[in-house]
């Protein structure tokens, strides 16, 4: 089982992003999804989530009404659109599966998750 992210990079403020997520080994279409992030010396954080059916998610505060996270489940794959890019948004982007879950309705903590892919680096010039 394994899980890819990719599509991170350098961008300046004000710009956008968008990561992508596939699995492999099994299927994660009906459990939740989701994004972390850990900026440089801080811990690592919950950015958004996702559950099994694809309009219910959930996001961080500092993330609402600019990320959109998504899935595509004919691709077992995850998205994570970032608009209006801030330097508070850099950091390493993870993403993460939790088999016990399909619905997702508060924050992730990341003891619940069970997969982590490696991440991909997400910089954001000021």
């Known amino acids: 089982v394994q899980l890819q992210a990719s599509g991170g990079g350098l961008v300046q403020t004000g710009g956008s992003l968008f990561v992508s997520c596939v699995a492999s080994g099994r299927s994660f279409n009906a459990y939740v999804m989701a994004w972390f992030r850990q900026a440089p010396g801080k811990e690592r954080e919950f950015v958004a989530g996702?559950?099994?059916?694809?309009?219910?998610?959930y996001y961080a505060e500092s993330v609402k009404g600019r990320f959109t996270i998504s899935r595509d489940s004919t691709r077992n794959t995850v998205f994570l659109q970032m608009n209006n890019l801030k330097p508070d948004d850099t950091g390493v982007y993870y993403c993460?599966?939790?088999?016990?879950?399909?619905?997702?309705?508060?924050?992730?903590?990341?003891?619940?998750?069970?997969?982590w892919g490696k991440g991909t680096l997400v910089t954001v010039s000021s």
């Open positions: 993460a599966a939790d088999l016990g879950s399909a619905v997702i309705s508060r924050p992730k903590e990341q003891h619940a998750m069970d997969y």
């Open positions: 996702i559950g099994g059916s694809t309009t219910n998610t």
